[in-house]
């Protein structure tokens, strides 16, 4: 049996990739511009939303001019850039973690991951205040990672495994991960802190308060360029094995780009609950399960969620908020269980 | 007859020291530290045993008969969204009906109303779930899922509330065990002792289904009525334990599932008065550690809700849904 050696650079391209007509191709391509078009439609009429006024005219107007483009620059744009940045690898890292688990209920709200990085968050409040936020976020990312290893660990350990089990468990490992958390942070009287860790929310976004997300971007570009390790990785360990490569260390990448982005998502702006879930389930519906060709597509359209449930947000009850978290919470979990029914009748 | 006696001795001699031990712990919580004053301490110290009396009575019965009912001991009602549809419910009245409406409503009234939905909830959840003959993992994942929406919608709706009247409201919504509305106990205790008698004449049957729908079926058991009676039971036990203390999602698991392992038996007779004793337990004598021993340092239902989990998987590594 001929092998090639585990890191070695190139990789076998999967044989249904280099099989697909050229003539297809084109045509999501066009699909996924036009999607694009769309999600920097939804950014640009997230910058003109807010309390202060920043219309086109205004940023024209020799008068308003200097106002409009100071709140553009503090605000409005490193908002929106937040948005896009965390919905894009927020949806990615689901996309991994389903692969990974070889499930697509899993993503890291639903396997304990995101509540391991704000126990983290809140464990290096506690215990060294004065670290600079990088560090806390490596930290968060360490707790993160050994989170959902013990999750990885738990379903091994059960039998009859469900497709339909694995998200329980990790949703009941996220609220024992919650319920540790808030032990502690009512015994220092840490919970509205905690309350503004764990709902994810843009309002408080602005220059200089969200760089960091520019390192998720980072870690989903490095994704994106392995890509074709996670389609294999996804096909089980057999099939991985059989082509000469280490699925172990595979699942060990895949496990530290998810905790690291959920980690520097968790610490800068909170949880934003099923968009791992929804988007990369909706993308395998019009592009299949190669990592390579659903990653643009999952990223595009994490981007377009996280705006959509914002401006709802906004929009709603202005001039006051509905966070983020909450309005992804709604219609996460509604679009969910219709994934799940839908699902269910297929196989009955 | 007598060796039946002597198989029966076992639980009954385990239900009387579980007994005593919660007599115990109601004993220990009035009397400890009272520093003489017993004119005040006796009857404000009664109010909260009482608290904590309904509510461990109505999540332990409330869990061991969904249980029942669905043939499964990993589902209870919380894990199938109930708690939260209940906070859901209370947020809408408040958000449909303006909190001046509300605020000069009876207590009992709303309260009753609220049951009322629930009652109506579990009958359609009964049509929709339980008898389309869905997979248990999908019924536990629809139950969580549903959790997280309920949960999620009532904090929209909370947000859309000025902040300031929802304020004024919560804290008569979610009376505490330190701070028990004398009218909502007394509601509640009414509630609780009409669904009582409901479910005390469904025991036999309760016994029956345990054997599975097909055999309770062919035993003669009306298996349709009887199950949406015992969900409505539920439903009311579940919106007095919630109304009182807000959601514990995990409590009822904990002690519907220790006191099977404890009792030994399958009889409801046996079954339900040690999980109800043992919540009492856990509750009182948890109340008393964090009290006397950790100063309020700390909040019980988030330790119910650690060990619960914990429970959950473990169980769940055993195998226990089949």
Redesign the interface.
Known sequence: MPTRSPDSPLLPEPAFATRAPEVSLSLPLLLLGFAGLVVLGLAGASLLIGVSQVSWEALLAPTEHQRAVQVLVISRVPRTLALVLAGMSLAVAGLIMQMLARNR?VEPFTAGTAESASLGLLVVTLLAPGLPILARTAVAAGFSMAGTALFLL?LK????R????V???G???G??F???T??FA??FSLLQSLMAWTTGDFSSVLRGRYELLWGAFVLTAVAYVVADRFTVAGMGEAFTTNLGLSHPRIVALGLAIVAMVTAVVVATVGMI?FIGLVVPNVVSVIVGDNARRSIPWVAVMGAGFVLLCDIVGRV??QP?E??VG??A??VG??V??HL??RR?DRVG | MSASALRLEHPERRLFLLGALAVLCVGVFMTVDAGGQWDFVLPFRARKVATVLLVGYAIAVSTVLFQTVTENRVLTPAIMGFDTLYLLLQTGLLFFLGTRTLAGLDVRLLFAVEVGLMVLFSAVLHRWLFEGG??V??L???G???G??F???S??LQ??IAPGEFDFLQDRFFASFNNPDPDLLLVSTVMTVGASFVGLRLLRACDVLNLGRDVAINLGVDHRRTVSRLLAVVAVLVSVSTALVGPV??FGLLVANLAHGLVRSHRHVHVLPAAVLLAVIGLLGGQLVLERVFSF???LR??I??LG??M??TL??R?A?R
Request: avoid cysteine; hydrophobic fraction near 60%; charge should be positive.
């Open positions: 209920f738990i350990r059960i039998p009859m469900s497709a339909l089990i998200p329980v468990v949703l009941v490992l609220a024992i919650d319920a540790a808030t032990f009512y015994r609950p709603v009850r006051y509905i966070p909450t309005v919470g709604v979990s509604l969910f269980l799940l029914f269910d | 869905r997979s993992h999908l536990l994942l629809t969580v899922v549903l997280v929406l949960r999620s919608l904090s929209f947000r859309l999602t995990f340092g700390a909040n988030v330790i809700e650690f989990g914990l959950f998987i769940l590594m195998g849904l």
